[in-house]
């Protein structure tokens, strides 16, 4: 096994390998999992992705386990989810491609291999996959080199930017999300598309939004991501009330402070007392009204 993991995950990792084989499914531990896997992070959650149906194969792995647990399923989208000891999630999704209209936020999606669902991955450290196959059970699939991102902390799309980011807009406020969160840089052709495509935002739903704002605040260092959303462009269109508050303030002609690097600073002094979500929030709005 190319990355370590617990007793615990080992077994649920040869559970899905053992139901994969019986199905004659091509299997992949995918994602989030296996970039905090080598980064030596926790990991709370699992996601799979099988050349074939991942429906099935999820019915199957339930069944492996004593009692089965029950298995969430979507038919419209191909994927099932497992909860396992009440405090381990795994995700399954047949292996796809994707192709959005530049309206919508909503893919078409057709069957794909592997390396098709890799090539629609966000960012390099999250196309990575270990294979669960029986001829080379354990090892790194890295097409993109997302290993070597890893090691030098970059944040980078694994196909030309633009079309990563107006494939599905949110991703550049997860490649921000991430800087914030791992201490990472974003690679500058990377970043530059972000700001190319800033406009595309306005095609997600409010609700995404906030939820990536949210994860962004409770960031280790989310001044980082701030100040990321706005040199990018972002910031003016998700949360303008906030972009008001740059520039100095004066007084009698002489310059004071910039209230929202002072916003920042005051979030930063925080989140070094609390991590409570609304408290930082708190530290974001306080100044809001000034504008």
Not at 31 to 47: I, N, Q, S, Y
Not at 57 to 74: E, W
Not at 103 to 123: N, W, Y
């Amino acid at each position: 096994m190319d990355i370590s993991c617990t007793e615990k995950e080992l077994f649920v990792l040869k559970k899905v390998a053992g139901a994969a084989q019986e199905l004659g499914l091509e299997t992949y531990l995918v994602g989030g999992f296996v970039r905090d896997k080598l980064l030596g992070r926790e990991t709370k959650d699992a996601d799979f992705v099988c050349v074939g149906d991942a429906i099935a194969l999820a019915h199957s792995v339930a069944q492996k386990f004593r009692p089965a647990p029950k298995v969430d399923y979507f038919k419209t989208f191909g994927t099932a989810h497992i909860r396992i000891d009440h405090d381990f999630d795994i995700e399954f999704v047949g292996a796809r491609k994707e192709s959005y209209q530049s309206h919508s936020r909503k893919p078409e999606v057709e069957p794909g291999t592997i390396a098709d669902d890799q090539d629609r991955r966000d960012f390099t450290i999250n196309a990575m996959a270990i294979s669960l196959n029986k001829n080379d059970y354990g090892k790194l699939v890295d097409p993109f080199n997302g290993l070597k991102d890893l090691d030098d902390k970059i944040i980078r799309t694994p196909l030309e930017p633009s079309q990563t980011f107006s494939d599905d807009p949110l991703r550049m406020m997860r490649g921000i999300r991430f800087a914030a969160q791992l201490g990472f840089n974003i690679e500058e052709t990377t970043w530059q598309g972000i700001i190319d495509n800033a406009e595309r935002i306005k095609i997600i739903s409010q609700e995404r939004i906030t939820d990536e704002l949210n994860k962004i605040v409770a960031a280790p260092k989310p001044s980082v991501g701030f100040d990321l959303l706005y040199k990018s462009g972002l910031l003016q269109l998700i949360f303008p009330q906030m972009v008001d508050l740059a520039g100095a303030e004066y007084k009698d002609g002489v310059g004071h402070k910039d209230n929202f690097y002072h916003t920042l600073q005051v979030l930063d002094n925080v989140v070094a007392k609390s991590d409570d979500l609304w408290l930082r929030w708190a530290a974001i709005l306080h100044d809001i009204a000034k504008p």
